[in-house]
């Protein structure tokens, strides 16, 4: 007769392992958003690279990604992601225009997007930033993956995060300055309390 894992484990490592798995889904949550920042700044880096002879304002157009770039990026975590994309020896991270439109552009998206929303992240591994990778084709909350694409909630606002059901999305937007987008998410899904999941999802 085979045991449960709750029958073989005591209270206390039940409740030292969910202490675990938390920390861990938390360390994914970060290791996510770190890429997609990444991501996000060598996107704007391609634009003001080629059109760095204008003034940063004249690049606005020509730059389809705005308001991610407000959500997600600031001056500070520009800088961090800028430090560690320099130890690639490009030519293009030696140029200070090119630092002073990509800081001018972030700094003029955020402040029309989400003023005073902060986040505190480091980072130190150039390797995560530079990938393009499907292991961040994940549930946003709980970091698990997709098995199909049916089962994505995508965040209708920023349009770069997921999750697999509105249990997670929930439990993420309970979360203090986790996702940007939380009071939006709160208001479309969750405003009315007599809304169906199919309703929502739809």
């Keep these: 007769m085979k045991l449960s894992v709750s029958a073989k484990l005591g ?37 003001v690279v080629k059109f760095k002879h204008r003034q940063w304002n004249m690049i606005l157009p020509e730059h389809k990604n705005k308001k991610s770039c407000g959500l997600w990026l600031t001056c500070g975590r520009t800088l961090e992601i800028w430090k560690i994309l320099k130890t690639t020896k490009r030519k293009v991270f030696e140029e200070r225009r090119v630092l002073k439109h990509v800081l001018c552009l972030v700094s003029f998206y955020s402040r029309r997007s989400v003023s005073g929303f902060k986040r505190h992240l480091t980072s130190e591994e150039k390797d995560d930033i530079e990938s393009n990778d499907e292991r961040f084709n994940v549930c946003f909350e709980c970091s698990l993956p997709f098995e199909e ?54």
Aim: aromatic share 6%; hydrophobic share 35%.
């Design 11 to 47: 209270a206390d490592d039940i409740g030292d392992y969910k202490q675990a798995l938390d920390v861990m889904t938390e360390c994914a949550r970060i290791l996510h958003v770190r890429w997609l920042q990444g991501q996000l700044l060598k996107e704007l880096l391609e634009v």
């Design 149 to 202: 694409l049916k089962d994505q909630i995508k965040c209708s606002r920023c349009k770069l995060l997921s999750f697999c059901s509105l249990e997670c999305m929930k439990a993420n937007i309970n979360r203090a300055g986790c996702h940007p987008c939380s009071e939006f998410l709160m208001n479309k899904y969750f405003s009315s309390p007599e809304k169906s999941v199919e309703s929502v999802v739809t």
